[in-house]
């Protein structure tokens, strides 16, 4: 039972520290480094001609987290350096 209790704690320790809410104080318009003072690095990144999508995987708030699901997964989208769109990634675009 111990092994299991260190197993969960090493592996919530490598987990995003960013709480998902965080999202909510990016808006459209925004540049790189702003979003980056508010979310972290991201996690991933992807590339297109003119485009870039960030990744973020953010912690849940306290009552949604369930010990297989702590965090979730969102996205940042950026068209020429501003964002664009921004949300969950199984959620509506926000932005």
């Known amino acids: 039972m111990k092994h299991l209790a260190l197993v969960l704690v090493v ?6 520290t960013v ?16 979003v980056q003072s508010i979310m972290g690095a991201p996690d991933t990144v992807s590339h ?9 995987f953010l ?9 297989w699901s702590v965090s979730e997964r969102y996205y ?7 964002v664009a769109s921004f949300g969950r990634v199984d959620g509506p675009p926000s932005g």
């Not at 592996?11 to 995003?16: E, F, K, P, R, T």
């Not at 940042?76 to 501003?82: A, F, I, L, Q, T």
Request: glycine share 8%; net charge positive; proline share 6%.
């Open 76 to 82: 940042v989208c950026y068209d020429e350096g501003k």
């Open 59 to 67: 912690l849940k708030d306290f009552w949604s987290r369930v010990p």
């Open 19 to 34: 709480p998902a809410r965080n999202i909510d104080r990016v808006y459209a318009g925004m540049d790189r480094t702003q």
């Open 11 to 16: 592996m919530l320790a490598g987990c995003s």
């Open 48 to 56: 297109a001609p003119g485009k870039e999508c960030a990744y973020y």
